[in-house]
C-alpha cells in the first residue's frame, strides 16, 4: 500500500463511496414522534477523512447505523459505491456490510481467546479467503499499524491502544469501500488517541477508504478533511 494525497477542496473527485440522499428517521408516532434526521445529505469519497461531530442525542450512531445499513431509514436513500440499498434484501445488505464496509466502535471487542493476528484473519475466513492468504494480509495490517510485534499476542497481554488498533486492521481486513467509526479513541488518553489516529489516517489514505467518524475530540476532527454535524436533523459541514 502506498500513500495516497488527502482529498482537497475544489480537486477532482470520483463518484462518493458512500451517498445519503433525503434520509429521514423518526421514532415513535403522533405528538410524540422524534424526529432524528430530517432529509440528511451526505457524501464521502474515496481517501476522505470526515469527522462527524456532535452532541450526545443528536442522532450520530442513527446516521452511523444506516450509512452502514445496520438501519433502514423512514425516508430517503442510502448508495454505497453508487449502488443503492433501499430495495436489497437483508441477504443482500448483509453481504455489503461484510464485505465493503468496516465498523470501529469505542471498545475494541475484539475476541478474547484469539491471538492478535488471528482477530484480523477472522473476517477474511468467515469470507472464504484461505488461511495462508488471510495470514499474509493480517500481518501487512497489522505492521502498518505499527503492532506487529503483538502478532501472537492475546487481547489481555496489549495495551488499551494496541487493542484499537488491532481493531482497526481487522475491520479494513476485507478491503472495504467505507470505514464507519464510533469515538475510535474515545476510550484512550490524549496520546494515545493520536497514535491511533494516525495509523488510522495512514490505512485511510493508502486504502482510498471512505472514512467517517464520530468523536468528541475535536483536535483529531481539526486534523480530517472535513466537519460536519446535525442540525435539526440536517447535515451540516462547519
Same mark, same amino acid.
Given at each position: ?19 445519503? !440522499? ?18 440528511? !445529505? =451526505?457524501? +464521502? ?8 461531530? *456532535? ?9 452511523? /447505523?444506516? #450509512? ?39 471498545? /475494541? ?16 475466513? +468467515? ?5 495462508? =492468504? #488471510? ?6 495490517? =497489522? ?23 488491532? #481493531?482497526?486492521?481487522?475491520?479494513? *481486513? ?13 476510550? =484512550?488518553?490524549?496520546?494515545?488517541? /493520536?497514535?491511533?489516529? !494516525? ?13 467517517? +467518524? ?25
Amino acid at each position: 500500500m502506498s500513500e495516497a494525497p488527502p482529498a482537497r477542496s475544489g480537486a477532482p473527485r470520483q463518484a462518493p463511496a458512500l451517498k445519503l !440522499d433525503r434520509v429521514e428517521r423518526h421514532y415513535g408516532h403522533g405528538a410524540g414522534r422524534l424526529t432524528v434526521l430530517d432529509q440528511a !445529505d =451526505l457524501e +464521502i469519497y474515496p481517501g476522505e477523512l470526515v469527522a462527524l461531530v *456532535a452532541p450526545s442525542g443528536a442522532g450520530k450512531s442513527t446516521l452511523l /447505523h444506516i #450509512a452502514g445499513l445496520l438501519e433502514h431509514p423512514d425516508g430517503g436513500e442510502v448508495q454505497v459505491g453508487g449502488r443503492a440499498a433501499g430495495k436489497l434484501s437483508e441477504s443482500e445488505r448483509t453481504a455489503i456490510r461484510r464485505v465493503q464496509i468496516g465498523f470501529v466502535y469505542q471498545f /475494541h471487542h475484539l475476541l478474547p481467546e484469539f491471538s492478535a493476528l488471528e482477530n484480523v484473519m477472522m473476517p477474511q475466513l +468467515i469470507r472464504g479467503l484461505a488461511r495462508p =492468504l #488471510a495470514a499474509q494480509r493480517g500481518m501487512q495490517l =497489522l505492521g502498518y499499524m505499527r503492532v506487529k510485534e503483538r502478532a501472537d499476542h492475546r487481547p489481555s497481554e496489549m495495551s488499551g491502544g494496541e487493542q484499537q488498533r488491532v #481493531a482497526i486492521a481487522r475491520a479494513v *481486513a476485507n478491503g472495504p469501500r467505507i470505514l464507519l467509526a464510533d469515538e475510535p479513541t474515545g476510550n =484512550l488518553d490524549p496520546n494515545t488517541a /493520536h497514535l491511533v489516529f !494516525d495509523g488510522l489516517t495512514r490505512l485511510v489514505r493508502a486504502s482510498k477508504l471512505a472514512a467517517l +467518524i464520530a468523536t468528541h475530540n475535536h483536535d483529531l476532527a481539526a486534523r480530517m478533511d472535513r466537519r460536519i454535524t446535525l442540525e435539526a436533523g440536517k447535515v451540516v459541514e462547519f
